[in-house]
């Protein structure tokens, strides 16, 4: 940190340089000086969230309202944690809050995610054949939630990007029309960049309402969106 003076008074100025490494890009740089400067990481580490993306479907949730007491959620691509940490405790998968459902949280990553009371973790490549009939096995029956903040890996490409995300957003949205209950709810990150027209009218034909939200919490800078579909037809 470096110092500054203002009033004739030595006072600390809060935004956190990162020096260019050997072998570290430039832009890799300015990531890591963003991440350290970022008040939303700050805060996910002061609140013992997995990740800043936690207060993202916080966000959401607190606009469209559908993490309910007694709701079964599946998390698809769930790893770090985050956004299963906030829905355990919105839908009460702990029993924690008196007079109120409890809920079930079913989170599916290709990777191994750490354990987290009140949520029940599998790896599983949601776009394998009968995936939906292991989730629905998993879950005891159909959900209430699908939700997904799954981004297919960069390829510093901006429009490749924006067409491998929409693509996996569809595939959950195929998923989702599998193991849904009627009236139920799909969230989901997308990119903005042209592409996503053909995934709105989709989703406009399997559900009555369907939103796009840029939470606070999601960088100015960044493209991404969430679509939020509820009401799902059946």
């Known amino acids: 940190?470096?110092?500054?003076?203002?009033?004739?008074?030595?006072?600390r100025d809060l935004t956190v340089k990162v020096k260019t490494?050997?072998?570290?890009?430039?832009?890799?740089?300015?990531?890591?000086?963003?991440?350290?400067?970022?008040?939303?990481?700050?805060?996910?580490?002061a609140e013992g969230y997995r990740?800043?993306?936690?207060?993202?479907?916080?966000e959401i949730d607190d606009k469209y309202r559908f993490l309910l007491p007694g709701a079964r959620v599946v998390d698809l691509g769930c790893a770090p944690g985050g956004w299963l940490q906030i829905a355990i405790n919105?839908?009460?998968?702990?029993?924690?809050?008196?007079?109120?459902?409890?809920?079930?949280?079913?989170?599916?990553?290709?990777?191994?995610?750490?354990p987290l009371a009140g949520a029940e973790i599998h790896q599983l490549d949601f776009m394998s054949d009968d995936a939906d009939l292991?989730?629905?096995?998993?879950?005891?029956?159909?959900?209430?939630?699908v939700m997904s903040d799954m981004a297919a890996a960069s390829s510093g490409h901006k429009q490749t990007d924006h067409l491998r995300i929409i693509a996996l957003c569809e595939a959950a949205a195929?998923?989702?029309?599998?193991?849904?209950?009627?009236?139920?709810?799909?969230?989901?990150k997308v990119l903005?960049?042209?592409?996503?027209?053909?995934?709105?009218?989709?989703l406009k034909q399997k559900f009555t309402k369907v939103a796009n939200f840029k939470p606070p919490s999601s960088r100015?800078?960044?493209?991404?969106k969430f679509v939020v579909a509820t009401g799902f037809r059946g």
């Open 220 to 224: 100015a800078d960044s493209s991404e």
């Open 21 to 45: 490494a050997r072998g570290r890009s430039i832009s890799s740089t300015r990531w890591l000086q963003r991440q350290l400067n970022d008040p939303y990481v700050k805060r996910a580490q």
């Open 134 to 145: 292991q989730v629905k096995d998993w879950l005891g029956g159909k959900a209430d939630v």
């Open 90 to 114: 919105r839908v009460n998968a702990l029993g924690e809050k008196p007079g109120k459902k409890v809920g079930r949280v079913l989170g599916i990553d290709l990777q191994e995610v750490e």
């Open 174 to 188: 195929y998923l989702a029309f599998d193991v849904l209950e009627e009236g139920g709810t799909f969230v989901a």
């Open 192 to 202: 903005a960049g042209g592409a996503e027209g053909e995934l709105q009218k989709l």
């Open 51 to 58: 990740g800043r993306a936690a207060f993202k479907i916080m």
């Open 1 to 11: 940190m470096k110092k500054k003076n203002t009033s004739g008074r030595g006072q």
